[in-house]
């Protein structure tokens, strides 16, 4: 059955909104085709024939819990517990990344990293129980040599394994660094020396002046220094409001999701619905906005395509001597607050409490 | 539920969440005084200044109002509409309030690892297609028949709800989006929708699942994700399922025909497929066996079998004390379906010499609708009361059986001109308490007897769900059935 609602499609009508009520009465129309862990869950406990004991039984999680998350609209807390469902569900690893990034707001499985490697492992010789994965890893664990394997070249060789002792000897010989997502970080690095250049000198901020300048929390350092430090991604929505606040638009938050290994901003997703809408009447109301993010974008950019397409709004900016709205709009963070805060205020209570 | 005002409708409290969706949510709902029969508060949130969004929550309500009529669809007991404000104070939202029974959903049944004996299965095929026949008469496809949206009611009665995304066979739809692809019709996602058919191939779907222990079919409990979605891929693109293990032969046969990708080669209404499970009465050939069961039912035997193969005196009078053992001992027909209760039975003769009325007093606090379809699936129906002698044979067994308050057959729900029995018996004895009847509230449709200290055995008009005011194992109804003396 072809998707009757192409997310291609409600992304386009998303950005083809006027205003805030087209946008409004665009989550209305929508409203059953978001994505809604609750349904979500149902479907695939409904579908799969498992009961709540049976499930418990093979996912190692308690049967309140999944209870809970059938009745109430509550979502798992963290990681291991979309990778529990995955493993009791019989997914692929491909389902088991859209279960993570789509619901979780997690990135998918990271080849290069250890624990991920054997849930990959195991996921795609079709292994039911993440206690597995955990055995897996502590034998992996031992074996402690960072030898650095490029993502694309692990996933392949993870694939071409067939036994649990190839894929010891594979982590053995290839190791798992410490860290990893080279892009992600250098894109981050890229962004947050724009954002502290100062004009004058021409010398960046250190990363924490530069957040106590723009009023940044403080969790957002944190985040930033895991990531460089341990290659450690945060959560989806950490993300999306850190590139909101370091002024980055539609297509630099797409980048930036992209090299966390997450889908871009779906539109499916009502909060990011919401986002794709009000950030695309943003760079029309204040097209100054639009202009300082493609600057810092050409600045990170690292792909040709990416750059070109920077260079041309630029020019299309200068060239139309876009004028901005009358209302003052500090920054796009402080727009997205309002706008998130009067329409979709409770789905958006995680982003909200970061920017 | 901290905005709304409570008590709702006068006496109701909103308690523990049972559900919450993206647009509705399902509070438990009680008489803080008192512990009869818990019904349910479905909340539905409508954006303010969306009124063609609300125009079709309403038009729902009011087709699911119209289907409860059949006692198909979960019940709709009271209705409000209340504007929320903001925190500025300006309108926020519409929430549509909806008092509705409490049943127990199919898909709820599932997860929790209920097993359904054939039986059972057969009566919810029944119910199901029973309430499609109504549809069918009101123009309604359901278009999303699936566990989730089955009910079970305390007498066992299945029933429909959700009636949100249906639509009317004439083509004027009122929902945009409809169904579940692993319960939909191969024409329904291919867009082309073959009306009441669609309805039938989503049932024969849900009948399969539980025939076979709860998996869809082409799925079992080792299918991987992958697996159950390229097997519902494959139905929806027209692979026909293979039959279903069970020992009805008949039964397997109907759910497959319903599963046929091919809407020309499904049962072509619901009546057809309903006709074909729908026991055969087997009077004709073990006529001692139909006696019996006859008997059981409160029949007599003359009335059940053709005239041409009466029993003879002496047959009826052998069956007829096997027959009141049965009755009064392991009666598994009745065990599958009857709610728990205490039964007091008495056969009385009315005036008319030839006619034997049976009474059944059914201590269970079931709504009026649901006690009249107790009833009149066994055959019989609410008792009827026309004249003082039978008022006193029936308050004589009430009061035998302890109870304090009954639903008798009569109501006014549907009539201008006062209440009517359910048998169309002329309406000309009654036995009203002070001041009634008050018609309190606008909703009090049903004839209830109660018992006070004051007035002894009264007739009083009730809501449907009048009962609840009254202690459990006191409070029910009263069942007639009437035939030939033998």
């Not at chain 1, 389902?95 to 997690?106: H, M």
């Not at chain 1, 992600?184 to 002046?209: I, K, M, N, Y």
């Not at chain 2, 293990?245 to 080669?265: F, K």
Request: proline letters at 5%; glycine letters at 8%.
């Amino acid at each position: 059955m072809t998707d009757p609602f192409p997310t291609v499609r409600l992304r386009d009508e998303a950005e083809r909104s006027e205003d805030l009520d087209d946008l409004s009465a665009l989550l209305a129309r929508y409203e059953q085709v978001y994505t809604n862990w609750r349904r979500e869950f149902s479907r695939l406990l409904d579908e799969s024939g498992l009961s709540y004991a049976k499930l418990s039984e093979r996912s190692g999680l308690s049967r309140n819990t999944l209870r809970r998350w059938c009745h109430s609209g509550a979502a798992p807390r963290c990681r291991s517990e979309y990778l529990r469902l995955a493993f009791a569900f019989g997914m692929t690893p491909a389902e088991t990344d859209a279960l993570l990034t789509r619901y979780g707001g997690y990135p998918g499985l990271y080849p290069r990293d250890r624990f991920d490697a054997a849930c990959l492992f195991l996921l795609q010789k079709g292994g039911s129980r993440y206690e597995d994965a955990e055995a897996l890893y502590a034998l992996c664990a031992q074996d402690d040599q960072p030898i650095a394997e490029k993502t694309t070249c692990a996933a392949a060789k993870l694939r071409a394994i067939a036994t649990q002792d190839e894929f010891l000897a594979f982590v053995r010989q290839s190791g798992a660094p410490a860290g990893g997502h080279a892009d992600l970080r250098a894109f981050l690095e890229s962004q947050l020396r724009s954002c502290g250049l100062d004009p004058v000198t021409g010398t960046s901020l250190p990363v924490h002046a530069l957040f106590c300048m723009e009023h940044i929390p403080s969790r957002f350092e944190k985040d930033i220094s895991l990531l460089l430090t341990r290659g450690i991604v945060p959560r989806r929505e950490r993300l999306i409001a850190l590139g909101l606040r370091l002024g980055l638009m539609t297509d630099g938050l797409d980048r930036l999701l992209s090299l966390a290994d997450m889908e871009p901003l779906c539109a499916k997703n009502r909060v990011e619905c919401m986002l794709i809408g009000a950030l695309q009447q943003l760079e029309l109301l204040h097209p100054e906005l639009a202009l300082d993010s493609a600057a810092k974008l050409l600045n990170a950019a690292t792909s040709p395509a990416l750059s070109d397409q920077c260079r041309a709004l630029l020019s299309t900016c200068a060239a139309r001597e876009y004028r901005s709205a009358p209302d003052e709009v500090d920054s796009a963070a402080g727009y997205l607050r309002g706008v998130l805060a009067d329409l979709v205020p409770e789905e958006a209570d995680e982003l909200l409490g970061f920017l | 539920m901290e905005h709304i005002p409570e008590p709702l409708w006068g006496r109701w409290y909103p308690g523990e969440q049972l559900y919450a969706g993206e647009s509705a949510e399902v509070y438990a709902l009680t008489l803080r005084e008192g512990s009869g029969r818990a019904c349910v508060l479905k909340c539905i949130r409508v954006p303010y200044g969306r009124a063609d969004e609300l125009a079709r929550v309403w038009e729902s309500v009011r087709v699911q109002e119209r289907m409860a009529d059949c006692g198909g669809a979960v019940a709709i007991l009271d209705e409000c509409q209340l504007e929320m404000p903001a925190a500025d104070g300006r309108p926020a939202c519409t929430e549509v309030l909806l008092r509705m029974e409490r049943l127990d959903c199919l898909a709820e049944l599932l997860r929790e690892g209920a097993q359904f004996s054939e039986e059972e299965i057969q009566r919810l095929a029944r119910d199901l297609l029973e309430t499609l026949v109504f549809a069918r008469r009101l123009n309604l496809v359901h278009r999303d028949i699936k566990p989730a949206n089955i009910y079970r009611s305390p007498s066992g009665r299945w029933k429909l709800g959700d009636f949100g995304v249906c639509a009317h066979t004439d083509g004027q739809s009122f929902a945009s989006a409809a169904g579940t692809a692993a319960y939909m019709a191969p024409e329904a996602a291919a867009g082309k929708s073959s009306g009441a058919q669609e309805d039938l191939y989503s049932l024969g779907i849900v009948l399969y699942q539980l025939l076979n222990g709860g998996f869809l079919p082409l799925t079992g409990s080792d299918s991987t994700y992958a697996e159950i979605q390229n097997s519902i891929a494959a139905r929806l693109r027209g692979v026909r399922v293979p039959p279903v293990c069970c020992r009805s032969r008949q039964l397997r046969r109907a759910v497959l025909r319903a599963c046929d990708p091919n809407p020309a080669r499904r049962y072509q209404s619901a009546a057809q497929m309903l006709t074909v499970l729908t026991p055969r009465k087997r009077s004709v050939l073990l006529p001692a066996c139909a006696c019996l069961l006859a008997l059981a039912a409160g029949f007599t035997a003359s009335r059940l079998l053709p005239s041409s193969r009466r029993l003879s005196p002496d047959a009826v009078s052998t069956a007829a004390p096997i027959a009141a053992v049965h009755t009064a001992g392991s009666d598994t027909s009745a065990s599958l379906s009857a709610p728990a209760a205490v039964t007091e039975r008495t056969e009385v003769s009315s005036g008319d010499a030839d006619v034997v009325h049976r009474y059944e007093v059914i201590l269970q606090p079931l709504s009026w609708l649901d006690a009249k379809l107790w009833c009149e699936s066994r055959g019989g129906h609410l008792a009827t009361i026309t004249s003082a002698e039978e008022s006193s044979q029936v308050t004589e067994l009430l009061a035998s059986a302890g109870a304090q308050a009954v639903w008798l057959g009569a109501d006014n729900r549907n009539t201008a001109n006062g209440f009517t029995w359910v048998t169309g018996e002329p309406f000309v004895y009654a036995e009203w308490g002070k001041g009634e009847p008050n018609n309190d509230g606008g909703t009090e449709y049903y004839l209830m007897l109660t018992h006070s200290q004051d007035e002894g055995w009264v007739w009083n008009d009730s809501r449907d769900d009048g009962l609840v005011l009254f202690q459990t194992g006191a409070s029910g109804f009263v069942c007639e059935w009437e035939g030939d003396a033998p």
